[in-house]
């Protein structure tokens, strides 16, 4: 073979590839800019292979879920002590604002339901009677440094 003709296909082949990933590299860039996700997580998955095949559990087990969520549960269960209110002689030092509630319950988008079975789209629609009562949990809550037992509570499903 040719010493020339192998050089100059060398080099072809590298400015080939050079290319590719700079064509790549600007199409994620783009997917990034144009916020679509969708694209940017197929172009991820391309790249890193995350998600070629689909995986299960491979356990017949019908006391798995329990026993995960007798494990996760024992962060709660173990901790049997309660944490002293914050002394503060001044205005606490984060409130929550009902506004700010009000806000965020307007940003929450349509998924499913979590283990309450309460959509968020009710959330959503029901923001105006619900701010005020979120907004005193969560301020009492910090005034008090506690966390309600139901909001600690999990389901995990494998």
């Known amino acids: 073979m040719c010493p020339d003709l192998y050089k100059s296909a060398k080099t072809e082949l590298r400015k080939c590839i050079k290319d590719s990933k700079r064509r790549h590299r600007d199409k994620i860039r783009d997917s ?19 998600k070629s095949a689909k995986q299960e559990a491979q356990c ?3 006391t798995l879920p329990d026993r995960l969520n007798y494990f996760y549960a024992r962060f709660d269960r173990d901790n049997t002590t309660t944490p002293a209110p914050l002394s503060c002689d001044e205005d606490p030092p984060f409130v929550i604002r009902e506004h700010d509630v ?3 319950l307007g940003k929450l988008r349509d998924k499913a339901a979590g283990p309450d079975n309460i959509k968020p789209r009710l959330l ?15 301020n009492w809550s910090l ?16």
């Open 60 to 62: 017949d087990d019908t």
């Open 102 to 104: 009000r806000c965020s």
């Open 124 to 138: 959503r629609n029901c923001r105006s009677q619900l701010a005020s009562v979120l907004c005193f949990i969560f």
């Open 32 to 50: 990034f800019n144009t916020r679509d996700s969708k694209k940017l997580w197929s172009n991820l998955n391309l790249i890193t292979q995350y």
């Open 143 to 158: 005034e008090t440094s506690t966390v309600p037992i139901c909001f600690k509570r999990s389901t995990i499903i494998p």
